[in-house]
Every structure is written in structure tokens, then in C-alpha cells.
């Protein structure tokens, strides 16, 4: 009986400690909300025509994983790449870069780089440029959605035809009832007015544009952006589909959660694979 107890009792010490060994910095989970593994996500991206790829800009789980997804797709295939992060006027230095026709730092000095370029997007343009992938440059330039976000649409027209050029067809298609744009008045507590979720519209429409622009159907393409342009199948994809709803399309979210085990009830049906990060894990910025 005294060892029993011996037994047990270093079986409750021993437990828990072996318990802390698994400290998982993530978990893939479907859209029901199961978990799958890695392979299951790759194996249904190369199904697939188009992929958004939803991250936080600061989650440095969400750019490893771009990374790695991006590697493992293009291994025995060429892709086309394209980023939020690039607008849409800076895609003549970026193709300078990838053509080796400039440097880094020139690329530095002649587009308007994210402060986290370097750590973040770097390693998936520098990917592009050694396997000779495309990358586009999809965003809206930022001076032109700030107009829209104050005056509405109505702003692009006073564009020149070299600066349209640089957003989506005129006039953009836009549904001010799609829970994502009626959620941002709500989170602004209705002062941001009508025109502010209108800008988000001009970045979704244009990257969606840019997206399609760059598509090669032999080439699947890999879009990077910050997960509310596409969470909830919504922003980007609305704008994809309404234009080509003859291709495939998948979508991949980042959320953080406390606890890995189960995906919380709001992240359920966010995207076809959701990536959930440990809350506590440090953010890049």
C-alpha cells in the first residue's frame, strides 16, 4: 500500500510536468472548427486558384507559416505572389528588384516599404526573385483610399488617368451591406461615417482587381494581407467572385486564442483553414 501511494503520488508530480513539454504555438483548424493538420491545409491550397492568405501584420507565426506554405506550393510549380503591402504605383521598382535590375536598397529607396519589410516580406519577395515568380503589387495607393475615407468615391474621379490606373475599375462595385463594412461603422462607433468603410472597399476591390490582373492559369496565385480583407469570405473574395466565379478559391485567417484546443465559437467559418496563434505569443512590433 506505501508504494502504491509512492507510486501515485509521483504520478501526480510527474503528470503535469509532462503536460508543460507540449507548448504548441499553434493549431490548424477547418471551418467547422476541427482540427487538421498542415498537410490537410497544403493538400487543399493546390487545389485551389487563388489563396488568401489573411494574416496580423505582427504575428510572426503568420509569416513563418506564409512562408512555409508558399515554399511547399511552389516546389514543383511556379506561382504568382501579390501583397497588400505593395501598392499599386510602387510595382516598377518591385519588378526592377525581382529583375535584378536594382538592389535592395534601391527597392528601399524607390518604394514606399512597410517598417517590417525587412523581417516579414522580405523572405517572400526575396522567394520570388530567386524562383523568378511574379509578385504584385496589389494595394490601392494609400494617399487615394484617406480621399475616400473622407469624400467617398466620388474622390477617384478627380484622378488622372495615370493615377487610376493605379485602383480598381471606376465606378468600383461596393455593398454597403456586407457585415464586414456595417461592423467597421459599428466599431467606430457610427462617427465614422459612411465613406469610411467605402475605403476599405477601394483596397478590397483593388487588390481583387490587381489579383485577377496578375492570375496565370497555369500559375497558382498567393495573395498576403491583413486577414480582415478576406475574413469571413468577405472583402477581397466578395470582389474575386464577383468577377470570376469560375475559379477556386481558398482562404486562410489568423486569429490568437488562450487556449489551442478548440477554436472559440466567433472564429468558427472565418476562413477555409483557421491558424490559431498562442495569445501570449510576442508580437513582432
Not at 79 to 91: C, K
Not at 93 to 103: F, K, M, N, T, V
Not at 167 to 191: K, N, Q
Request: with cysteine; proline share 6%.
Amino acid at each position: 500500500m506505501k508504494y502504491f501511494l509512492l507510486i501515485l503520488c509521483l504520478g501526480l508530480i510527474i503528470q503535469p510536468i509532462e503536460a508543460q513539454k507540449n507548448k504548441p504555438a499553434y493549431q490548424l483548424f477547418n471551418a467547422k472548427g476541427k482540427k487538421v493538420t498542415y498537410g490537410k491545409m497544403l493538400k487543399t491550397m493546390q487545389q485551389q486558384n487563388i489563396i488568401l492568405f489573411g494574416e496580423y501584420h505582427n504575428n510572426a507565426i503568420a509569416h513563418w507559416m506564409q512562408l512555409e506554405l508558399t515554399r511547399d506550393l511552389g516546389q514543383n510549380q511556379a506561382l504568382v505572389l501579390g501583397a497588400e503591402m505593395f501598392e499599386a504605383d510602387n510595382q516598377i521598382p518591385l519588378s526592377q528588384y525581382l529583375a535584378g535590375e536594382i538592389d535592395a536598397k534601391g527597392l528601399d529607396t524607390l518604394a514606399r516599404l512597410w517598417p517590417n519589410y525587412k523581417t516579414d516580406y522580405a523572405p517572400l519577395v526575396n522567394l520570388a526573385k530567386e524562383r523568378s515568380w511574379p509578385f504584385i503589387a496589389t494595394n490601392i495607393p494609400r494617399r487615394f483610399a484617406s480621399m475616400v475615407s473622407h469624400e467617398g468615391f466620388a474622390a477617384l474621379d478627380s484622378l488622372t488617368e495615370q493615377e487610376k490606373s493605379w485602383v480598381a475599375p471606376l465606378p468600383i462595385a461596393y455593398d454597403p451591406e456586407l457585415p464586414g463594412y456595417v461592423a467597421m461603422i459599428e466599431m467606430m462607433g457610427g462617427h465614422g461615417g459612411e465613406t469610411f468603410p467605402m475605403a476599405q472597399a477601394s483596397k478590397d476591390a483593388t487588390m481583387a482587381h490587381f489579383i485577377l490582373d496578375g492570375y496565370q492559369p497555369d500559375r497558382p496565385f498567393i495573395h498576403y494581407n491583413g486577414a480582415y480583407h478576406s475574413d469571413n469570405f468577405e472583402g477581397i473574395l466578395w470582389y474575386l467572385q464577383h468577377e470570376r466565379p469560375d475559379l477556386n478559391y481558398g482562404t486562410i485567417t489568423t486569429v490568437t486564442q488562450a487556449d489551442l484546443s478548440k477554436l472559440a465559437p466567433e472564429n468558427i467559418n472565418r476562413a477555409n483553414f483557421i491558424l490559431v496563434v498562442d495569445e501570449d505569443m510576442t508580437p513582432t512590433y
